[in-house]
């Protein structure tokens, strides 16, 4: 079966320092990988897709990029940290046809 | 443009009554609806989908949704709702043109009261 493993579950970090969330996805081949943000709880905002190895979609302007360095894994970065970026971060994946797995969350808080 | 519209941000109900959560799209073409169910802090669990074929569908923990194209709809249901239920839904759509995105309502919190 298919697993997804997202990590760190919470981080607290300084403003200007760097980030790096890891998200790793077992048991299927060549899947959609997602990352949201969620703020306060509520509507998911989606900041990056990528549909292979390589390659990345971005979908808001920001001080986050992603990667896709294997075909299941999908890294969160920032080179500095603002206040804003604190949130919930959640890694997903799919595939053409079926609905979205997600992970269980990193929580993080920029300080 | 692509949209998905929860228009209750809460909705209060008594345990053993029926709940629904409403959900609308606004789409080009035929399009993948879910419904997800998130406990805080956590991630989003899957909870039922709609693909093709029969408008209604069942899903996980006695949940169901009916597909109504004339109204462009996906409203949840549940016959009789339990405290455990309590939780923040969201409703998402998959659509023709870009299958590799996702589209999520703003969440509906759901609140079963004893």
């Known amino acids: 079966s298919q697993t997804i493993h997202q990590w760190p579950a919470t981080l607290v970090q300084p403003v200007g320092s760097p980030l790096s969330l890891e998200c790793t996805v077992e048991g299927t081949s060549n899947p959609n990988l997602y990352w949201y943000r969620q703020a306060a709880g509520r509507g998911l905002q989606l900041l990056f897709y990528s549909v292979g190895i390589g390659q990345i979609s971005s979908e808001v302007p920001q001080n986050l990029s992603a990667s896709r360095p294997q075909d299941r894994q999908f890294i969160l970065s920032s080179k500095k940290l603002l206040l804003s970026d604190s949130g919930f971060y959640l890694c997903?994946?799919?595939?053409?046809?079926?609905?979205?797995?997600f992970g269980q969350g990193t929580r993080l808080t920029v300080v | 443009a692509q949209s998905v519209a929860q228009p209750e941000d809460q909705v209060k109900v008594a345990e053993g009554n029926p709940l629904t959560v409403k959900c609308t799209y606004s789409v080009s073409g035929n399009p993948y609806l879910f419904w997800y169910v998130q406990y805080p802090n956590r991630g989003l669990q899957f909870l039922l989908k709609y693909i093709t074929g029969d408008n209604l569908v069942k899903g996980s923990y006695g949940f169901e949704a009916e597909f109504n194209k004339s109204q462009t709809s996906f409203h949840l249901k549940k016959p009789s709702a339990l405290v455990s239920d309590s939780a923040l839904y969201f409703c998402a759509v998959r659509v023709p043109r870009n299958f590799n995105k996702f589209y999520f309502g703003s969440g509906t919190k759901l609140n079963v009261k004893p």
């Open positions: 997903a994946w799919s595939l053409l046809n079926t609905e979205a797995f």
